[in-house]
């Protein structure tokens, strides 16, 4: 099948698909006498797992991972047991973090209580002070870097 082909029957834009071969995700697929892209079921397969992983917002890096594992189907699970909690933990910092972040946010709503002048506008004072007291999710230590932002070398050491 074509590109167009791979594209339509995962629901992928093309280019996603382009990167993901460039991300090494993906192998490259064979070419056709006239240099098509060539692809078969098990691009299909492939391109699904990390399309999945992705909605579970797993990391480039993470999925890089998943799919040396899934490449060995003879070593044991551990390793994606270990992500997987890794990534849970992920997911939990940043529920906690954007709660933090609903509340400061109501908490400044609440400093306005109704069309004033801009120059009497609580909230923008408030804004124009300094710093949110709540952690901001960039300030945040999580689990990859790029994505999520640790180390190199702990992000490397997956894969």
Known sequence: ???GDLAAATATQVETIRFYEREGLLPAPARTA????????????RLSFIRKCRSLDMALDE??????????PRDGCGEVN??????IAHVAQRIA?????????????????GPNAGADCQILKELSEGPASAKRPEDAK???GGTHGVSASRSTGRG
């Open 1 to 3: 099948m074509k590109i």
């Open 34 to 45: 006239s240099n098509y892209r060539s692809y078969d079921g098990t691009h299909v397969e």
């Open 63 to 72: 999925v890089r991972a998943l799919l040396r594992l899934k490449d060995a």
């Open 82 to 87: 270990l992500l997987l909690d890794e990534h």
């Open 97 to 113: 973090e954007l709660t933090a972040l609903k509340h400061e946010l109501v908490g400044l709503r609440t400093r306005c209580d």
């Open 142 to 144: 999580l689990h990859l």
